[in-house]
């Protein structure tokens, strides 16, 4: 691979990965560090170390319940996900009497929200004056 050709890749992704840094990586170090703090808005952060994590674990009641409701909420969702995207996309590659239609009302939806949901970002920010 030629250098120039090397660059060219380089400036394609930078604008990835700088988002990925920007708002990724940087708010998920910012967090773990904020996390051996004792911070509030209105004073400056000081280090405790491990005592958040120690008082989560051993004095915290609500932990255990939303670590196993979460738990129970990913390992069925997920899968059943899956599995529904799946038979969608098997029937959706059959070659049945009016696919394109079926097709067409599958992916519409997905289309569309998105410029609906702009709209009404737009509506609201910028109120029509009568």
Same mark, same amino acid.
């Given at each position: 691979?030629?250098?120039?050709?090397?660059?060219?890749?380089?400036?394609?992704?930078?604008? +990835?990965?700088?988002?990925?840094?920007?708002?990724?990586? $940087?708010?998920?170090?910012?967090?773990?560090?904020?996390?051996?703090?004792? +911070?509030?808005?209105?004073?400056?952060?000081?280090? $405790?170390?491990?005592?958040? +994590?120690?008082?989560?674990?051993?004095?915290?009641?609500?932990?255990?319940?939303?670590?196993? &409701?979460?738990?129970?909420?990913?390992?069925?969702?997920?899968?059943?996900?899956?599995?529904?995207?799946?038979?969608?996309? &098997?029937?959706?590659? +059959?070659?049945?009497?009016?696919?394109?239609?079926?097709?067409?009302?599958?992916? &519409?939806?997905?289309?569309?929200?998105?410029? $609906?949901?702009?709209? $009404?970002?737009?509506?609201?920010?910028?109120?029509?004056?009568?």
């Amino acid at each position: 691979m030629s250098g120039e050709n090397r660059f060219m890749g380089l400036a394609y992704l930078s604008p +990835y990965i700088i988002g990925l840094l920007l708002f990724t990586a $940087v708010p998920f170090l910012a967090s773990f560090v904020l996390s051996f703090t004792d +911070y509030s808005l209105m004073s400056a952060p000081h280090f $405790v170390g491990l005592k958040n +994590y120690i008082r989560l674990f051993t004095h915290d009641r609500t932990f255990n319940k939303s670590l196993s &409701v979460t738990l129970i909420y990913v390992f069925s969702t997920v899968p059943l996900k899956l599995v529904f995207a799946l038979f969608i996309a &098997v029937i959706l590659n +059959y070659k049945l009497k009016f696919i394109g239609f079926f097709r067409t009302a599958f992916y &519409v939806p997905s289309i569309l929200g998105g410029s $609906v949901a702009i709209a $009404v970002l737009w509506r609201y920010l910028l109120p029509m004056s009568a």
